[in-house]
């Protein structure tokens, strides 16, 4: 569980060049919910999640991890980044080991485990990104932009995280990649319950997975809700340069000429059963 | 968390020290280095010290920035003050167990720490001052005489133009490198010098792979785009030099001049 406590953060406070990056922000953030964090480009969600392990500290406001307030003096912040695990965008620019396995056992290997522990939680990891075995002992620059992804998002989950952050995962992969990566982190969140929090500026992207949206805009919140209701707002999304899926647009579309269809779907596939639906009702 | 270098940065303002022609800094800076080494009491420092306030002063930049770039330097700094203090000999000033402090020690620890504090204020007005693209421009002007004896200036001052637009770039880059092992539990801080030295290589790898990768994409870029060195380039804003700049350097000589010559003729 984490709570954030009127979150301010302001960027060279105090300086010529200060500028607000986080404005009173409150969130709550329990355990096992897939959450997707969405905003414009400097809307100011790359400074939220920084805050959420403790790598920024906010010009005001508080956060409390499990009840501590992961500021205060003596706290572990080790520990707190071992529980909250932060890939960031283009994580795979972070990799330098002289191969993949032995790259992925550095975030445990830092948590001071033993060996055996070490080297199990790297090869659970890596089954739970899908790395094939074959794969280990290469060196991680030879892979593949999507297969380098998946290893240094490997290489956060290693150190078992209570909640997984991942910023713009999906970000200069192609439609292949973004789909397998995304896939991924769905079929993790449902294996293992844990927290995933998926930061993206494409609501599409997105809409397929998670059960509750916060949308950002000029470092605020502007909807924290289910995405069925932040996407009921598709006209208010558009005026802060956001959009609902394409989906949504076209179920709205027919229901404002007089089809009874349901304007939750998001995917082709209940999209066609809703209009079919809404077909037979009409005609008999 | 590392914000604190500021040499090579630039300070966005509008100020008659921005609008100054890159020539006319680079040159008055180049002196009031000179005039730095010239001058051998502290009549001299303290009007060095003063021109330097004043230039400050006249470029709007807050005086804290100049500061935080001395952090940088602190430990020469220290080096130095420590080695004059102890190991100069002279008339002892202050002397227990086996250390002794001279007059000339204290004398010779102050003049160098002046020099250099200085010397780093002096050249940080210019660059935080001067975009890099401006001083590279003007670089390239005064060094044209070169070109006659075959140094390949313009080359020569793209990649010192390259370098410097590099250098915000890779700080960012090592933050957010930094950042992201810290997020997977790498400490930097802890631990004797071997240990922080090896806690430096998840940092490092990664910064030289991003860098090259960097310079492999412009070089692409500036071929794609033809380019193919200095010959018959010519610049979409010329340097010119306007009235400003001339008594810029006429505002230079005179505080040369009087600076040597008070220097000479009261000696403190």
């Known amino acids: 569980m984490l709570i954030l406590d009127h979150l301010t953060h302001i960027y060279d406070h105090g300086t010529a060049m200060a500028s607000t990056a986080l404005d009173d922000i409150s969130l709550v953030i329990p355990p096992g919910q897939f959450i997707g964090l969405i905003g414009h480009t400097g809307s100011g969600k790359s400074t939220l999640v920084q805050h959420l392990n403790g790598l920024l500290k906010p010009t005001s406001g508080?956060?409390?991890?499990?009840?501590?307030?992961?500021?205060?003096?003596?706290?572990?912040?080790?520990?707190?980044?071992?529980?909250?695990?932060?890939?960031?965008?283009?994580?795979?620019?972070?990799?330098?080991?002289?191969?993949?396995?032995?790259?992925?056992?550095?975030?445990?290997?830092?948590?001071?485990?033993?060996?055996?522990?070490?080297?199990?939680?790297?090869?659970?990891?890596?089954?739970?990104?899908?790395?094939?075995?074959?794969?280990?002992?290469q060196s991680p620059f030879e892979l593949s932009g999507g297969q380098k992804r998946r290893v240094a998002i490997a290489g956060v989950l290693a150190m078992k995280p209570e909640i997984l952050i991942l910023d713009?995962?999906?970000?200069?992969?192609?439609?292949?990649?973004?789909?397998?990566?995304?896939?991924?982190?769905?079929?993790?969140?449902?294996?293992?319950?844990?927290?995933?929090?998926?930061?993206?500026?494409?609501?599409?992207?997105?809409a397929k997975y998670v059960e509750r949206i916060i949308v950002m805009n000029k470092n605020k919140i502007a909807y924290d809700d289910s995405p069925a209701k932040v996407f009921a707002e598709y006209k208010k999304l558009e005026e802060i340069g956001l959009s609902a899926p394409p989906m949504t647009y076209i179920m709205y579309a027919l229901k404002e000429?007089?089809?009874?269809?349901?304007?939750?779907?998001?995917?082709?596939?209940?999209?066609?059963?809703?209009?079919?639906?809404?077909?037979?009702?009409?005609?008999? | 968390m590392i914000k604190d270098i500021t040499l090579g940065q630039y300070y966005q303002t509008d100020s008659i020290i921005h609008r100054l022609d890159p020539r006319v800094k680079l040159v008055a800076?180049?002196?009031?280095?000179?005039?730095?080494f010239v001058v051998r009491g502290f009549t001299g420092f303290i009007l060095a010290g003063l021109f330097l306030v004043f230039a400050i002063k006249l470029s709007k930049v807050p005086f804290k920035f100049m500061v935080r770039g001395m952090k940088a330097i602190i430990f020469l700094l220290l080096f130095a003050v420590v080695f004059n203090l102890f190991l100069t000999p002279g008339e002892p000033a202050v002397s227990f167990w086996k250390i002794t402090i001279t007059w000339e020690g204290i004398r010779l620890a102050l003049t160098l720490t002046t020099r250099l504090i200085m010397l780093?204020?002096?050249?940080?007005?210019?660059?935080?001052?001067?975009?890099?693209n401006n001083l590279t421009d003007g670089m390239e002007k005064l060094m044209k005489p070169l070109g006659y004896i075959k140094v390949p200036v313009h080359e020569v001052v793209m990649?010192?133009?390259?370098?410097?637009?590099?250098?915000?770039?890779?700080?960012?880059?090592?933050?957010?490198?930094?950042?992201?092992?810290?997020?997977?539990?790498?400490?930097?801080?802890?631990?004797?010098?071997?240990k922080k030295a090896k806690s430096l290589v998840p940092l490092l790898v990664p910064l030289f792979i991003s860098a090259f990768r960097r310079a492999n994409d412009l070089a692409m870029a500036m071929e794609a785009r033809c380019y193919r060195g200095g010959d018959h380039r010519t610049k979409m804003k010329p340097l010119v030099y306007k009235t400003r700049d001339r008594f810029a350097y006429l505002g230079m000589l005179i505080y040369l001049i009087i600076t040597i010559f008070a220097d000479r003729m009261i000696p403190l």
């Open chain 1, 62 to 137: 508080n956060i409390y991890f499990n009840g501590a307030d992961i500021h205060d003096d003596g706290y572990d912040k080790k520990h707190l980044r071992s529980k909250v695990g932060l890939v960031f965008q283009y994580p795979e620019h972070q990799l330098f080991e002289i191969d993949v396995f032995t790259d992925v056992c550095f975030g445990p290997k830092n948590l001071g485990l033993d060996k055996r522990e070490i080297e199990l939680r790297a090869y659970t990891a890596l089954k739970q990104v899908g790395i094939d075995d074959e794969y280990f002992y």
């Open chain 1, 168 to 206: 713009e995962p999906t970000a200069g992969l192609d439609p292949r990649g973004r789909d397998e990566i995304l896939g991924q982190i769905a079929l993790l969140k449902a294996e293992t319950g844990i927290t995933v929090i998926l930061v993206s500026h494409s609501m599409e992207e997105v």
């Open chain 1, 257 to 284: 000429k007089g089809l009874a269809v349901d304007t939750k779907a998001l995917t082709v596939e209940t999209a066609r059963d809703s209009i079919l639906m809404a077909l037979k009702i009409g005609n008999p």
């Open chain 2, 29 to 36: 800076t180049v002196f009031f280095i000179i005039s730095l």
């Open chain 2, 120 to 132: 780093i204020m002096g050249s940080s007005v210019m660059t935080l001052t001067t975009t890099p």
């Open chain 2, 159 to 194: 990649m010192m133009s390259i370098a410097l637009r590099f250098i915000p770039i890779l700080f960012k880059e090592t933050d957010k490198i930094m950042k992201a092992q810290i997020a997977r539990g790498a400490d930097f801080e802890s631990g004797n010098l071997i």
